[in-house]
């Protein structure tokens, strides 16, 4: 259901509306009045009979017609009674502002459900409760109880924090910065930040869409929803409260490597939301992307007037996986002619302490001809003799004369700079005191400009020869004998019904079982102990490897199991499984391990012994996973080098390998039982693979 007339509500009603000035519901009342904001105002009050000059009524149900949007600023005794009364009388908008809810504690939480209870009854859509309200420029209305409107601008803010909304509005004041709505989200009861990023995605008067959020409300949906929204306008969020749940609860090495907060990176990543890590940042990108025009690409050119400040530019560039631009011979030439000798004519380009305005328009001028430059950077830092102010009109100019190219400034210094600070701002020219937030800007532009132009749709097809039945009979048998984590030769059963090429293993029970075994697969063989208690069972002289003969296999078992008795005697073994041992291959990783949000994260990379130590794994949420985006994952590792072919080595089963992702991938999205999985070494080969250790611990659902 839209949202939009949550916004261009044609009357709104505040319930609780006070004649008291010092009650927020009176604050709410005159903010809704001064914004100017046209339809039909209801104070509602049982005790008066007119405020702040309209009529105001006893109840919703005494109203002369049922409001667009009720704003429910009484005592939270009084909300759920109130709410029912509005869906009654067929108010389909509320925004209840007022405290005391889940925040609070249980009996804070039970109200909460009954009041999302109503909402679900009667078909209304509630932001809060617990929040500050929202506001919008353009329509104009103001339903918070900010202590001003703000100045009618592009960028939507949505927070979940009311405290910092307030804050970051009074804020905006001082930057001189314009939004076009701004909505404090409160509880997230029933509306969520996914519902407003939906509504402010087809907003003609937002540009921008800017999120402080402590969670996601629903992980699939903003996955969705948010995925479709970043096609169409940046997203850029900053989240906080970084959970140490996940990490803690994970025992396998694919969730130690995910740790805490990686889902939401990758989350984000994958659904193009840009990122920012800290609430500076996520006003700069705001700044940035609401006025600068996108670079074409990644060919970064900087003017200067000193060195140092050239050099740290150019440091931040390649920092962020830009590249300094490389101009033609005829731009040296041009640069070389017209510049004093003593000028850097090499990128960046130092005008020199003594330059003023005109040395910097020839240097911009001559560097923006030039075919290799996508942005220009201009650094200016205060001397004696020259005019930031005048320099800053150079470069506004220079933007009317190129405007296929993105400018942005870094004026080093302080009151000295403020005015061409100003004049490039209001040019639409990000212009920063420093440039560390100018170079981050322009990376995340380009970053979220290659995330747009790559968006081809590509459908996510179903391997086939899946037995998902054969797994649901595993996983039944190992709950049946009231364990969690399967044995080996049963997870090989599983990768073997989902076609995950595994090597050949069997459980035996006795010594000439063992020897039966192995030689119906053939030697050499491994044997390891089995048992649900033994994880490590190395240390426990558990394994034996390369065994050639029966009688090697004969006494292998007996010796294992003498040798698993001695170390864990409480341990029960079920017996010794027999491997067929697999030639030599590249040593991978793939991992599973599932996150509270947003479900199954998939890892790749580098396997054996040591895979924490290197941590050289690249991750990806199962959901929608496609062939290309495994193939991208595997080539963010190091191990990609290795699949590649290194030092003389021929290279390995790409194809192979992005099999196997894609169907542990499916394995895990049709098994939500599975908690975690590592597939720890998969073996490599040039015509193939097979996994040699797997591990699956299940939940029981
Ligand atoms: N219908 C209409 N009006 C009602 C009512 C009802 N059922 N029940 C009470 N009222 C009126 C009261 O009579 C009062 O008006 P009055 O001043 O003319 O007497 C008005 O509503 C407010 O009630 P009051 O008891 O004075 O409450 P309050 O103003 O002290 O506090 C809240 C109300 C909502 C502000 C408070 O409960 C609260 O939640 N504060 C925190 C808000 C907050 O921080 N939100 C999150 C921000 S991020």
Redesign the pocket.
Known sequence: MSIKNFFDARSVAV??????PD????AILRNLIQSGYQGNIYP?????SEIENYKAY???SSLPEAVDLAV?????S?VL??AKECGEKGVKNIIT????FKEVGKEGLEAEKKLAALCGKYGMRML?????GMMDTHVPINTS?AKAFPKKGDIAFFSQ???M?VAILDWSFKVGLGFSKVV?L?NKTNLTEIDFIQEAADDPYTKVILCYIEDVADGPKFLDVVGQATRKKPVIIYKSGASQAGAQAASSHTGALAGSDLAYDIAFQQCGVIRARSITELFELAITFANSPVPQGPKVAVVTNSGGPGIITTDNIELRGLTMSRFTKETLDILRAGLPPEAGIYNPVDVLGDALADRYSFALETVCKDPNVDSVVVIICPTATNNPTEVARVVAEMKGKFPEKAFYGAFFGGPAMDEGQEILNNEGIPCFTFPEPVISSIGQMVSYNDYKTSQVSERQERPGNIDKKAVKAVFYDVLKDNRLVLLGSETTEVARAYGIPAAPIALATTPQEAVDEAEKMGYPVVLKVASPKILHKTDVGGVKVGLATAEEVYSGFQEIVENSHHYMPQAEIYGVEVQKMMPKGTELIIGMTRDVQFGPMIAVGLGGIYVNLIKDVSFRLARGLTRREIEKMIMETKAYTLIRGYRGDKPKDMGALIDAVERVANLVMDFPEITEIDVNPVFAYEEGLSALDIKITISVS
């Open positions: 319930v609780g509306a006070s004649s008291s009650k927020l519901s009176n509602i009050n049982p005790k008066a006893p109840s919703v429910l600023v009484i005592p939270a009084k009674e109130v502002i007022t405290a005391g809060g409760p617990n929040c500050a109880f924090s009311g405290a909304l404090s409160g």
